[in-house]
């Protein structure tokens, strides 16, 4: 199994890859339509069910439930190896090929200048490449903002734990989102921020939880697996983060940050349909608004009622553009 390397790989994107990024321009030539269903293939290098790569496959899943695509995918895949799956889809003649996120960043822009009758979609902060190179990223600091509302109100301690993957915009943004959340209902919370530096290390994650904990944090961001096992192992409190896992720990998980992939992804696969896929940023469909993202329905037997009143209002702000959450890509730091 391959973690992926997401952190690390972006950056030489940007070093080695600027003659490609100079392409980044959207716009492109026309493009043939597609007749339904659109052949689509996911490429992602860690398992299926890994947060933001389950929230990718679900939405596919739905438009083949539906008969626009047929759908295939590989995990696991090896940094190494993203250049001959990539190019062996493209080879196949799939009409969208979906790269996860930055270990493949940098193969599938070169893969995307020789294939450009075939549509790229990739996870990537970094500019749309022309003609047939989109990119998407998890702009869900909406979300990520009204859990923080719950947080900063559940803590007793006054100190909350922040467990992260890698240390990059995609996570940063969604960090610094759940703490202005935090602050702005409880202007004496302190935060304790580390990254395990994995994209899927749920032992790591746990015991990086597990010693904030004894640092008396009562209420753990879980970013990474394996958080939410240390805070139900403890009798803490843990807010979820892309998907929603309070089923599965029941009154350790008190609020969730969904991110829907479903807006993207319908279209992309319109706009392949059409013949009009072009290279643009998908970003701004990750947002509330576009319905791109959500927050996981409170229970009030774990959120007091005036708590998600006040959670509600605020969605409704944000819903209306009359609030705006800050869009912060710098790396958070512990303020403890």
Known sequence: ???????????????GGAALLA????????????????AVALVASVPIEQQWISRIHRALKT????????????ENVANTDAERVIREYAEAKKDLII???????RPARRIAADYKTTAFLMGSSFPA?????????????????????????????N?????????????????????AGARSVNPDVKFLVSFINSWYDPPKAKETALAMIERRADVLYAERFGVSDAAKERGVKAIGNVIDTAA?????????????????IDRAVAKVIEGSFTAEDY??????????????ALDPALVPQPVIDLVLAKEREIRAGAFTVAVNDSEPKSTT
């Open 283 to 296: 970003g701004p469909w990750s947002h509330m608004a576009k319905g791109g993202c959500s927050l996981a």
């Open 129 to 157: 490449q022309a003609p047939n190179l989109s990119v998407f990223d998890n702009y869900i600091q909406d979300a990520s903002y009204l859990t923080g509302i719950v947080a900063g109100k559940a803590t007793k301690t």
């Open 159 to 179: 100190l909350i734990g922040m467990v992260g993957g890698y240390a990059i915009p995609e996570v940063n943004r969604l960090m610094h989102a759940f703490m």
């Open 1 to 15: 199994m391959t973690t992926g390397g997401r952190g690390v790989d972006r950056r030489a994107v940007l070093a």
């Open 248 to 264: 599965q720990y029941p009154g350790t998980v008190i609020a969730s940050a969904l991110w829907h992939m479903e807006p993207t």
């Open 23 to 38: 392409g980044g321009t959207l716009g492109g030539p026309a493009r043939a339509a597609k007749a339904r269903p659109v």
């Open 63 to 74: 438009a083949e439930g539906r008969g626009d695509i047929t759908y295939v995918y590989s």
């Open 99 to 105: 790269g996860e996120a930055f270990g493949l960043e």
